[in-house]
């Protein structure tokens, strides 16, 4: 058993390099994770480093990595166009694989615990951690922002589950919480008709009656010049990648329109792909190896799900 | 355009044939309308009739219909195996073709304003006419049943929507609204392991991450021995059989199962099945004729919904 989870804090400085660097130091070169990208926006003064591997292993260089953001950023000052309350705004823990969510749960309580101990911040589980329905989605907990929190924080629906009732006077509050990782997921149509996109994104997606963990609409790539049905798939052991190509391709059919191929952003849990993987093989009586190597899956996904750009480092376990 | 409501009011007596012959009887042989079905339940003590043609002509038969119950229905003396509020208990308007919920919604207004008017009886919109979310679901109306009404309807959140905030002493009250046809539909598959039709079920269904609209669960039929995955599909505009079983195919196809065919238990509006015909002649390339009769209807869904024990008679507008 080797647990793996992701880990992407977001910290309100994304302008400063010398800061960034210094706060995001503990973070890098540890043993058991790896940080697999810091990235900076300097409009939203915001930046999202991306941890993957033993959550164990994270839970101290998170610590001095608090400490610091605690010593260097400073809220009162803060400006930038995205919504944020805390100097480290928001801490999810992501199950990866060999792990349960409930397990990310209790990381979310571990790491909350001491940070506010140590460091007198108020803390907020959110997600599958949150303690209460209101704090389920993040912009719930954040609505206010850090200029609203001091006056927020006092009403007793809004006490923190770790730490003081009372704002940190320089550093904010944070949401610490655990969640299931989304795969954005696209489908490309060999069709200029952004209607039949429309249509096909309508018969899968939630909102209009489709699969329950699917968000999905119609765009046109204008420099591939054909449309995509594009997708957030936000729980695939419920909702897993073939389940849905395979009905964009039977919806496409009655509008004689093929599946040219699919795309995933960003990157993809090894275990999504092996579940996909599972019905393709099992369909085409090939056995199935679930101790494949991870380029002999990406191959084999590619060729089943048709997926282009796609390559080994698209699957989160490569990076570790 | 010749609206067509299916209306299927529910009386508390399923035991006295000449009571009931003598209640239901203003619902028969009408213009305008059939009356396609009485069917008392003797351990219910409850009588459902089935109504099928034009809303306007039934509001006058059922109002002397609510004659007749408040006239030989006591509540007081009733007693039976399902939950029941009322001699009268629930009248809902189903839309099946040319009529949208919105006028459905508008009948039952309608029907609850006379009713409440000429016999002093309370009434509760219920479903797509209610007037509060406490007053979708029947049972939630219904807790309490005959028994606890008097107490309950003095609550604010329990006035009725029309008539005296007062139980009727013998007749007790009535839920009368609007909702959309459910389709209670089977999907043969040729294996005798239920575990393949609950695992298919399971990725239907919307409990587990499916379809919005799709209620299924295996079922292993004794004397046909085979599996089936059963289901309610609770809104076919938004959940076309088509779909469902091209997706139930696709499921299948990894158990190397296959569909042997399918069943439609009670009856079917035409929509629901050009909706479906409409996907398999489009994918077919043959002209789709929205004008096709009945007949043709019956014999295109057999063909290519696999439908079996199906005849023209299972559609609702052929009883028109």
Redesign the interface.
Known sequence: MNPIVQCVPNISEGRDIGKINYITAPLKNQEGFKCISVEPDQDYNRSVITLIGNPQAMIEPLIEFFRRAVEKIDMTKHHGEHARMGAVDVVPFIPISDVTIEACIEYANQLSRIVATLFNVPIFLYAKAATSPSRINLPDIRKGEFEGMSEKIKDSEWKPDFGPQKMHPTFGVTAIGARIPLIAYNIDLNTTDEKIASAIAK?IR?S??????IQAGPVFLDQRNHVQVTMNIL?YK??PIY?II??VK??A????VTVTGSEIVGLCPKDALLDSL??YL??N?IPFDKQMSLSELSEDSIKYLQLRDFNVFKIIEAHL
């Open positions: 018969a939630q209009s009656g489709g699969f329950q963990y729980d419920k909702n389940r395979e009905t039977m919806e059919k009655r509008y004689h599972k019905y099992s369909v009586q």
